[in-house]
């Protein structure tokens, strides 16, 4: 992640986002065609490089664009990015049910993102470098940073549980036989609201949306753990999607806002806090499962979507403050 932000910071973040996306279309089809476990785990390595060095830049470039329009759009993006995801269950889904061989999936994959990153090139944003805040600085670290990067660690705690153990909890407490119900409600309904977000936002302010994000977030999960039947575990993982929906693109809006470093620096930090969240969740609640059971282990997303709330107050308390001085 820090390379990451360097390299977004020292060059536009044009050129760095299309290499590194035809680089990690490239990786994707080394994997499907590798035979040794050395080449297997060195294409691996440059696919998770490339990937997170797109992640800072195509952010990078959301914020940029966002200065070009007076109303939200930095939820819509990440709205898309959700669509994504659904299309490529439902893609493999479809490859898997036809029999295709995995080498032939991740090779139709590559070659389609391989063309669409070349093809973008010419409509991107340029010129986007910063003359100022493109290196992480030692010493105190600027408190709105930090604190926005635990909203991103408290948030991807819950998405990233809820990417891994949806489809469990469906599977081994409700013995669903298409366990895949949950994860799949979970990401239409974070989708859905992420293309709304940007307009309640608008409506009502962020420090509001942050309430309300980690409230639905905590009836969700209740909901699910509380009364744990089919129908009421789909609504409430649909409204823990609604709930985490707008936590991470905020963050990142007001992280590329920040005084003391560049879009893409600042983009960095936020998005390590966060994927330090996403690696934490899981296996946290793995452990705590083996400890008591699942169900009481969900309640953990309970507790971060709680804690949610005094950590986003706290952060606009501090950035009025710092306004009036």
């Known amino acids: 992640m820090p390379i990451s932000g360097w390299l977004v910071s020292r060059f536009n973040s044009r050129g760095p986002l299309v290499v590194s996306y035809a680089l990690n279309s490239l990786m994707l089809l080394c994997i499907g065609f590798t035979t040794s476990i050395y080449s297997l785990v060195a294409a691996v390595v440059v696919f998770a490089f490339t990937l997170r060095i797109f992640n800072i830049s195509i952010n990078t470039q959301a914020i940029n664009l966002q200065t070009h329009f007076t109303g939200k759009i930095v939820g819509s993006f990440h709205g898309f990015w959700s669509t994504g995801g659904i299309a490529g269950i439902l893609f493999s889904t479809a490859l898997l049910a036809m029999n295709v061989e995995v080498h032939?999936?991740?090779?139709l994959v590559a070659v389609l993102t391989f063309v669409v990153a070349v093809y973008s090139y010419q409509f991107l944003l340029t010129d986007?470098?910063?003359a100022r805040g493109n290196k992480l600085k030692l010493g105190k670290p600027d408190p709105i940073i930090v604190m926005l990067g635990v909203l991103a660690f408290l948030?991807?705690?819950?998405?990233g549980g809820m990417f891994d153990w949806s489809g469990i909890y469906f599977q081994k407490v409700l013995n669903v036989k298409i366990f895949t119900y949950g994860y799949l409600i979970f990401m239409t309904f974070m989708a859905l609201s992420r293309f709304l977000s940007d307009f309640i936002i608008q409506r009502i302010g962020m420090p509001k949306t942050y309430i309300l994000s980690a409230t639905l977030i905590v009836i969700g999960i209740l909901l699910a753990v509380l009364a744990p039947y089919f129908w009421t575990a789909l609504i409430g993982f649909s409204i823990v999607g609604f709930g985490t929906a707008a936590i991470i693109p905020m963050s990142f809006s007001?992280?590329?806002a920040s005084k003391k470093y560049s879009a893409g620096l600042a983009i960095s930090v936020i998005?390590?806090?966060?994927?330090?969240?996403?690696?934490?969740g899981p296996p946290l609640i793995g452990y705590l499962a083996q400890t008591f059971e699942l169900r009481a282990a969900f309640i953990t997303f309970a507790i971060c979507g709680l804690m949610i709330i005094p950590v986003s107050q706290m952060l606009f308390r501090y950035k009025n403050r710092m306004t009036n001085k």
């Open 128 to 130: 986007d470098k910063t």
């Open 271 to 280: 998005t390590t806090y966060s994927i330090t969240g996403m690696l934490i």
């Open 254 to 256: 007001m992280a590329g």
């Open 104 to 107: 032939t999936h991740f090779a």
């Open 155 to 159: 948030s991807s705690i819950c998405e």
